[in-house]
C-alpha cells in the first residue's frame, strides 16, 4: 500500500516562501512519475507541478519562475519549494505519485495520470 505523507505547509504573507516535502513509502515498483497539485475551496483540483524519476519538470504557468520541484530518490522524497507566494497559492496542496512508465519522460500536470495520493497540507497566503 502506497503512503504519501505531505508536511510543511502553513501560513505566511504575499512575497514569503515555503517549502513542502512529502514521504513516499510502501511501492515495490518506481515512482516514475510524481507531482503537487492543489485545490483552492470551490475550485477543481489543479497540477502545479511534476517531476520524472529521471528529472524532467513540467510547471504550471502560474507558478513558473516561484515554484521549484525536485525529488531525492535514495530518501523517497517530494519536494516544492514555493517563493515568492501570491494569495491566489492559497489552497489544499497534495503530493501525488504513480508508477505507470511513459516513454516520453514528462509527467503530465492532469489529476487523472496520477494513481497514488496523499492527504494534503493547507497553505494560505494573505495580502
Known amino acids: 500500500q502506497v503512503q504519501l505523507v505531505e508536511s510543511g505547509g502553513g501560513s505566511v504573507q504575499s512575497g514569503g516562501s515555503l517549502r513542502l516535502s512529502c514521504a513516499s513509502s510502501?511501492?515495490?515498483?518506481?515512482?516514475?512519475?510524481m507531482g503537487w497539485f492543489r485545490q483552492a475551496p470551490g475550485k477543481q483540483r489543479e497540477g502545479v507541478a511534476t517531476?520524472?524519476?529521471?528529472?524532467?519538470?513540467k510547471y504550471a504557468d502560474s507558478v513558473k519562475g516561484r515554484f521549484t520541484i525536485s525529488r531525492d530518490n535514495a530518501k523517497n522524497t517530494l519536494y516544492l519549494q514555493m517563493n515568492s507566494l501570491k494569495p491566489e497559492d492559497t489552497g489544499m496542496y497534495y503530493c501525488?505519485?504513480?508508477?505507470?512508465?511513459?516513454?516520453?519522460?514528462?509527467?503530465?500536470?492532469?489529476?487523472?495520470?496520477?494513481?497514488?495520493w496523499g492527504q494534503g497540507t493547507q497553505v494560505t497566503v494573505s495580502s
Open positions: 517531476i520524472h524519476m529521471y528529472g524532467t519538470t
Open positions: 510502501g511501492y515495490s515498483g518506481s515512482l516514475y512519475c
Open positions: 501525488a505519485a504513480d508508477g505507470a512508465y511513459l516513454p516520453t519522460g514528462i509527467c503530465p500536470l492532469s489529476v487523472g495520470d496520477f494513481g497514488y
